[in-house]
């Protein structure tokens, strides 16, 4: 599986930690950046990412800052993208088996490092699980599009 990668400098210390751990389990992992934790801005990250992982298709993304919170704001204003803050393993397995998530946002300073790669191998390790899920995912785009409410 391909992973595509990002932080800012509040997520830098875990980006690096997720990087390094799915690239030791052979996975594919494409960081784009930063290269130090310098100060910078989260939402050209997140929109790399995201831009990235819809052009694969069947990728998935991860996006770290401090809280997560500017990452997952940035990456679900992306149409097509799904992002999904996680700050258990079972939201974490829902995101995947409910919402069809393609984006996990952490947060390092919200997380130790043990919960945030538990709360990342939940993430990867589960499958969406279609059937009812799959109508309410494709509602999400619709009424985004038309601005109709339910
Ligand atoms: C950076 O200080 C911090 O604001 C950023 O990493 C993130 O938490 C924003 O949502």
Redesign the pocket.
């Known amino acids: 599986m391909r992973v595509i990668i990002a932080s800012?400098?509040?997520?830098f210390e875990l980006k690096r930690l997720v990087r390094d751990h799915l690239r030791g389990k052979g996975f594919q992992v494409d960081d784009l950046g930063p290269e130090e934790a310098v100060s910078c801005d989260?939402p050209p990250f997140a929109r790399d990412v995201c831009e990235k992982v819809l052009e694969d298709g069947e990728a998935l993304g991860v996006l770290v800052?401090?809280?997560?919170?500017?990452?997952s704001m940035s990456a679900n204003r992306v149409h097509g993208i799904r992002a999904a803050l996680c700050h258990n393993e079972f939201s974490a397995r829902m995101a995947r088996a409910h919402n069809n998530a393609n984006v996990l946002c952490l947060?390092e300073?919200v997380l130790g490092p043990g919960i945030a790669l538990d709360i990342l191998e939940a993430f990867l390790g589960t499958e969406f699980e279609g059937g009812r899920h799959a109508k309410r995912i494709d509602l999400i785009d619709a009424l985004a599009e038309t601005g109709e409410t339910a």
Do not use: K, P
């Open positions: 800012d400098h509040g997520g989260y800052c401090g809280t997560g919170l500017g990452m947060g300073r």
